[in-house]
């Protein structure tokens, strides 16, 4: 294991010390939320958005963030001062705090890791991914919380379906991956992402700015009906950026190739990434 | 804080030094299972059912638990030998271990913490208590999983209410509180209780035991709607055996009073508890 340092609350310590008791409400109920925001050559990509949102879901769990924005912009450039990996994995964790009874909410407990950025493999956007659906539903989408069973717990479904991650959709309307936002391009050129429970992802917002400037842009319910005959599909994340979905339950989505839109995206989000400030 | 001891693996630690590092998959994915049992006396009550029930939620997580069921009630004794805490509350604690990706499952860390018991305040049967009802359905209802993201965000929603607890159901069928399982006597004096979606707790299975005996008993959906005509409603749970349930939203069950079959649960389940080896 890799000890870079981690802050915890005030103090940076090696990963190897980086620890919280055991009553804190993250092991004891769940509870916590997190954001995550890459750097690349030193710089961090969209931090504003990343911690707007992280100050969002920390609000909605009633969870004080006891630093501003700025504080803890500082914060993450003194641990990339210290750790020293130009491109790397940022994460912000929020949790309930220790608590006396296992119960109640306490004093929040702040964690900052930096990890070495774990990108696609390469020439994975030519191959492009499989998905595999499940009914799912998060609870309080709109939150970026800890809560992940569901995920960790299919990983092992995804592997023996042979696919590369989860769309789950509930009675037939699709929502998101769990770690990514999806996106269909219709007949018509149409591009359509759900706009209800789901978490809007930094990226997926950034395709909705880039969209449109080209395409028509629908933000409203999807059904994995009209998926089966979209023209392409592709996913969105921090990491990810676009990549093209192949096929979902083994039924092939468009040409089974990366589309042109898709493509356009691609290029298009590289440019802003590394155009930013 | 109290420093009691705690096992965090095979080791016996002060609370005030009983963590996990930053990286176990509890804290990062909320992933991991419990289970809660307590002592009177200085003498574990259903340790059998207890357990057998985390080695269910354990495997239903994919989690392996590395001692066998006389190995886990060997440490509860150390613990219980180490703390002397006559009555108390023992929870045992399975999560997805460190992760070197935040997100693939690894060695489960085992905590087993044992804390003064934290009984309803006496008079409370008598009083018996409010709940309020709450559109929610647990994913994996029958897992003691550690999600309880909804359970703590609620509370300032229970007291505003004016209530004790909150009423979970779906679509007007109820399943359960968060801590508790909820019970229902109708007007024929039939004893029902919700069969699916919820977690089995083990003073649940003792009720039926029991109920067995004198009353009809039907474990089948609960309408909301059928809850409003009940003669009596009572919630069942580990720490708190059995408590009538007055009213839910503010409207009355029954004649707003601890009834006939509350009590004869709540004795039942008394002697149970103090005959028991």
Redesign the interface.
């Known amino acids: 294991?890799s000890d870079l340092f981690?802050f915890?609350n005030d103090r940076l310590l090696p990963?190897?010390q980086?620890?919280?008791?055991?009553?804190?409400?993250?092991?004891?109920?769940?509870?916590?939320v997190f954001d995550f925001l890459k750097t690349l050559g030193g710089r961090p990509i969209f931090p504003e958005e990343h911690l707007a949102r992280f100050f969002h879901s920390a609000q909605r769990?009633?969870l004080r963030v006891d630093k501003t924005k700025e504080e803890l912009y500082n914060a993450i450039l003194v641990l990339m001062g210290k750790n020293n990996v130009p491109d790397s994995g940022i994460?912000l964790?929020l949790?309930?705090g220790?608590s006396?009874?296992?119960?109640?909410?306490s004093t929040p407990n702040l964690?900052i890791?930096q990890?070495p950025l774990?990108l696609p493999a390469p020439g994975v956007f030519e191959k492009g991914i499989q998905l595999v659906s499940y009914p799912?539903q998060r609870?309080?989408p709109d939150t970026k919380?800890?809560?992940?069973?569901?995920?960790?717990?299919l990983?092992?479904f995804i592997r023996e379906k042979g696919a590369d991650d989860v769309l789950y959709h509930k009675d037939g309307v699709v929502s998101e991956c769990p770690r990514s936002n999806f996106f269909i391009v219709t007949a018509n050129d149409t591009v359509v992402t759900p706009a209800e429970n789901i978490l809007k992802g930094v990226m997926r917002g950034k395709v909705l700015e880039l969209a449109g400037r080209q395409f028509k842009v629908e933000e409203r319910p999807v059904l994995l009906e009209e998926v089966w005959t979209a023209r392409e599909a592709f996913i969105t994340s921090t990491t990810k950026h676009v990549l093209p979905v192949m096929a979902i339950d083994g039924r092939v989505i468009g040409e089974g190739a990366p589309g042109k839109v898709s493509k356009w995206f691609s290029g298009g989000l590289g440019e802003l990434v590394m155009s930013r400030e």
Do not use: C, E, F
């Open positions: 294991m981690v915890v990963a190897s980086a620890s919280l008791l055991v009553n804190d409400l993250a092991i004891q109920r769940g509870y916590g769990l009633r994460k964790t949790t309930g220790y006396p009874d296992g119960y109640t909410l964690v890791t990890s774990q799912h609870q309080m919380s800890i809560d992940y069973l569901m995920a960790i717990w990983q092992p």
